[in-house]
Every structure is written in structure tokens, then in C-alpha cells.
């Protein structure tokens, strides 16, 4: 897989650091080439107006969990497979993640969705409130 557009880990690092972005999303061009779909400032409702159910896509989300001083930043890397996706390029999403891995390196939690309900934004809040501050995957 092609991951070697420099705008991939840019926009990777706009939602990481300190800047207003909290959502990428990124998808192909062709069947093996990585590109940005899009960044936003929205959160997760606006990130999920992008998906679409015929794609194959990978997301990186940033949330903020807890209340004023034990407020926190957690990343959730999404990799989403639309219900209208073929065989084969379901298939080819277990072989082109370790790929996007590259890119999308720092995360708390991996979620897989194939549809807006996988995605509901409470139980995933739920699911980074129980995971410790020191699980950041890198």
C-alpha cells in the first residue's frame, strides 16, 4: 500500500497536536493508494456524515473524556467497512491496516464499524472511560 503522500501524517498530526481538527478520515485512490478524505473540527457526528456504506475507510478521532481537571485527550483509530463493500476488498483491509498503522500511529482505542450504529458516540465514550490513562497504543 502507498502511504507516502507527506499530507497523510500532516493532517495525522493536525488532529494530534494542539490545533482545532479532532477528526481525518482517509480512503484510496485506486486499490492501493492511501490518500485524505477529509478533517474536520465536529467530532464524531461530523466525521460520520463522510462514511459512506460502499467504501472501505480509516479514521482517526480525537475525544475528550472526564470532567474539568481530569480532563483528557483519547484517540480512537476507526476502521470502517461499509455493509455494501465487496469480498475482496473486505479482504484487503486486514492486509493494508498494519499500512495505515504507519501513519495513524498513537491511539487509545481501535474500533471496526460497518455501520452509523457501530458508531454511536455515548458507548464509545463508555469504552475509552474504562480504559486506563497508560493504554495509548504506539
Not at 490545533?19 to 467530532?43: I, P, Q
Amino acid at each position: 500500500m502507498d502511504i507516502s503522500n507527506s499530507e497523510l501524517k500532516d493532517t495525522y498530526d493536525e488532529v494530534r497536536g494542539t490545533f482545532d481538527k479532532n477528526w481525518a478520515l482517509f480512503g484510496y485512490e485506486g486499490s492501493n493508494k492511501l490518500v485524505v478524505r477529509g478533517s474536520g473540527t465536529g467530532g464524531l457526528d461530523e466525521l460520520k456524515t463522510q462514511l459512506q456504506d460502499d467504501e472501505v475507510l480509516f479514521a482517526y478521532l480525537r475525544v475528550t473524556t472526564g470532567e474539568a481537571e481530569n480532563e483528557r485527550k483519547r484517540f480512537v483509530f476507526i476502521s470502517w467497512v461499509g455493509e455494501k463493500v465487496t469480498h475482496l476488498k473486505r479482504a484487503k483491509v486486514s492486509v493494508h491496516k498494519p499500512s495505515v498503522k504507519q501513519i495513524i500511529q498513537n491511539y487509545t482505542f481501535e474500533k471496526h464499524a460497518e455501520t452509523l450504529d457501530d458508531l454511536d458516540e455515548q458507548a464509545l465514550l463508555n469504552q475509552l472511560s474504562e480504559i486506563k490513562p497508560c493504554a495509548e497504543v504506539s
